[in-house]
Nanobody, 124 residues
Framework: QAQLVESGGGLVQAGGSLRLSCTASGRTFSRYAMGWFRQAPGKEREFVAAISRNGANTDYSDSVKGRFTISRDNAGRTVYLQMNSLKPEDTAVYSC?????????????????WGQGTQVTVSS
């Protein structure tokens, strides 16, 4: 069973950058596709980005494409989310998730394990 721990959240001004990290326990990290989701107060959880097991394929929501970059280090069992040009509407709790099947990566129901989340707040 995998455990996921996020870090790197915080308060940043609009236009700034943050890098989120998600580190997994266990030795099977490379068998999972990984995703980042976010949930703002009063809103449903939404897909942000996903990456395939070997990192060759990535996918982004339209709202973050061109600003955010997902990457992974399988040896270090860590997935990253580099967030640039942050906007106040990016404010949310960001959670990483692991998916063994690696198929419908935009669907939160697809994922097997979740981290507890890290707060990102962007001030205007």
């Amino acid at each position: 069973q995998a455990q996921l721990v996020e870090s790197g959240g915080g308060l940043v001004q609009a236009g700034g950058s943050l890098r989120l990290s998600c580190t997994a326990s266990g030795r099977t990290f490379s068998r999972y596709a990984m995703g980042w989701f976010r949930q703002a107060p009063g809103k449903e959880r939404e897909f942000v980005a996903a990456i395939s097991r070997n990192g060759a394929n990535t996918d982004y929501s339209d709202s973050v494409k061109g600003r955010f970059t997902i990457s992974r280090d399988n040896a270090g069992r860590t997935v990253y989310l580099q967030m640039n040009s942050l906007k106040p509407e990016d404010t949310a709790v960001y959670s990483c998730a692991a998916d063994f099947l690696g198929t419908k990566l935009r669907s939160s129901d697809e994922y097997d394990y979740w981290g507890q989340g890290t707060q990102v707040t962007v001030s205007s």
